[in-house]
T-cell receptor
Framework: ETGVTQSPTHLIKTRGQQVTLRCSSQSGHNTVSWYQQALGQGPQFIFQYYREEENGRGNFPPRFSGLQFPNYSSELNVNALELDDSALYLC??????????????FGPGTRLTVL | AQSVTQLGSHVSVSEGALVLLRCNYSSSVPPYLFWYVQYPNQGLQLLLKYTSAATLVKGINGFEAEFKKSETSFHLTKPSAHMSDAAEYFCAAGDYGGSQGNLIFGKGTKLSVKP
């Protein structure tokens, strides 16, 4: 196990609703990244947080937003849910980037279904 | 922009046979390369990573991968497949150690192992 936990494991929402997904990073990791994995696809980078600030973003609209807290736990918020938002959402924690930095460690994911 | 291509969405081998999963990357600068494994309904587990220290990388569970710059490839191999290897495998490329967010993933290769 990586020490990265996510909640809830499964979630069902209807189109137009808002959702909050939570992630607890591995101890000592102050960088968290979020990914969306649609069925049959590889994960796609949503954004990364470092020291509570957004530190890079993929090709996702502003209705995808995040927060990172001083204890390094984090949230992914999605507003105005669309059917295409149905996916497995993965968070990954890591040490900050450096020449000797280590890897991203993934949590088990939250399966979001939008009806 | 980097891209990662995994040849073959589904590979089937017999137990005890060689496993070969193919991955090619597209980049003017060799990135950091990773192989992750995903078991059903679980997150991603790191198998191995290439960070320019050695072209032949050994990972967990008997897997290894060889970085070939001339072929822009990072194929994953295992000499003898085991039933427990049945899972989906993702190749990923990243910049600066892979924790600078934005890992680019391939679409995945599902490995089946026949008894």
């Amino acid at each position: 196990e990586t020490g990265v936990t996510q909640s809830p494991t499964h979630l069902i929402k209807t189109r137009g609703q808002q959702v909050t997904l939570r992630c607890s990073s591995q101890s000592g990791h102050n960088t968290v990244s979020w990914y969306q994995q649609a069925l049959g696809q590889g994960p796609q980078f949503i954004f990364q947080y470092y020291r509570e600030e957004e530190n890079g973003r993929g090709n996702f609209p502003p209705r995808f937003s995040g927060l990172q807290f001083p204890n390094y736990s984090s949230e992914l918020n999605v507003n105005a849910l669309e059917l295409d938002d149905s996916a497995l959402y993965l968070c990954a924690s890591s040490l900050p980037a450096s020449e000797y930095t280590d890897t991203q460690y993934f949590g088990p994911g939250t399966r979001l279904t939008v009806l | 922009a980097q891209s990662v291509t995994q040849l073959g969405s589904h590979v089937s081998v017999s137990e005890g046979a060689l496993v070969l999963l193919r991955c090619n990357y597209s980049s003017s600068v060799p990135p950091y390369l990773f192989w992750y494994v995903q078991y059903p309904n679980q997150g991603l587990q790191l198998l191995l990573k290439y960070t320019s220290a050695a072209t032949l990388v050994k990972g967990i569970n008997g897997f290894e991968a060889e970085f070939k710059k001339s072929e822009t490839s990072f194929h994953l191999t295992k000499p003898s497949a085991h039933m427990s290897d049945a899972a989906e495998y993702f190749c990923a490329a990243g910049d600066y150690g892979g924790s600078q967010g934005n890992l680019i993933f391939g679409k995945g290769t599902k490995l089946s192992v026949k008894p």
